[in-house]
């Protein structure tokens, strides 16, 4: 399918401006270097992408070179190498949301927005892409736009959230804010506070469960000394003699069976 060019390849949003952001989020960090992620977030907030001026700023700006920065932006699925439409969709495929209808979502999807994986859908809005594992199981299956979480789905309430997001209303995830776009989420990803770190539950009820049980039956977690003093064995070698003891024993019981 053809893709929409949002920009020339050429073009850059690399400016002076986001240049001094770049080093504002490299000062951050008592070594510069540990702040390449959110750096190369701010790059794709910019750009939409990570694209070759944005690992060459990034590099310049934290004095490594651009195959440093390169690896960094390959190794992580979260660091796009194309562009990416005003929501990125992902629908977990793992085990449990894929039994929950996981993939039945996601063909729902591709046949609805006529896209393939890691693919936009034509007016630029929906990239859709399936992802392992949301960390959200109780609420499987569970779909992602712009990484805010929207539970327990089913494939016409997945149509209908990108229907919605296609015709510009607005939309609430399950656990969190209005979703934004991609790009600025992407400027929360680098570090830039949106105002919304407190709109929506953090947690809703499923994972609650274990907690609501546990005062239930005035369950706590132990203390660090309640256990007692645990005793172990007082030089490296009497560790190793005693290891070395349990494993002949535990080779003997073997060899009796046998």
């Not at 919304?196 to 660090?224: C, D, Q, Y």
Request: proline share 5%; glycine share 8%.
């Amino acid at each position: 399918m053809t893709q929409i060019r949002r920009f020339s390849e050429n073009d850059t949003q690399i400016t002076p401006e986001t240049y001094a952001e770049l080093e504002a989020i490299a000062a951050r960090y008592p070594e510069p270097r540990s702040g390449l992620l959110p750096m190369l977030h701010l790059v794709q907030s910019v750009e939409g992408r990570v694209t070759s001026e944005g690992i060459e700023a990034c590099a310049k700006v934290l004095g490594i070179s651009a195959a440093d920065v390169s690896g960094v932006a390959t190794f992580y699925t979260m660091y796009k190498r194309k562009p990416v439409g005003d929501y990125l969709v992902g629908v977990c495929t793992n085990t449990l949301c894929a039994v929950m209808g996981g993939d039945v979502i996601f063909d729902r999807l591709k046949e609805h927005l006529d896209v393939g994986n890691d693919e936009t859908s034509e007016d630029g809005a929906i990239t859709l892409e399936h992802i392992e594992c949301n960390a959200a199981c109780d609420y499987a299956p569970v779909m992602m736009v712009n990484w805010e979480f929207m539970d327990n789905q089913t494939p016409e309430s997945a149509v209908q959230v990108v229907d919605a997001l296609r015709a510009g209303e607005a939309v609430h995830s399950t656990r969190g804010p209005k979703l934004c776009t991609w790009k600025q989420a992407e400027r929360v990803l680098a570090g830039f506070n949106d105002g919304l770190a407190n709109e929506g539950p953090a947690a809703g009820p499923a994972s609650l469960v274990g907690l609501e049980i546990a005062r239930e039956r005035g369950w706590k977690a132990p203390t660090s000394d309640s256990s007692g003093p645990t005793e172990e064995p007082g030089t490296k070698i009497e560790a190793v003699e005693e290891a070395d003891t349990s494993r002949a024993e535990s080779e003997t019981l073997s060899k009796e069976v046998k």
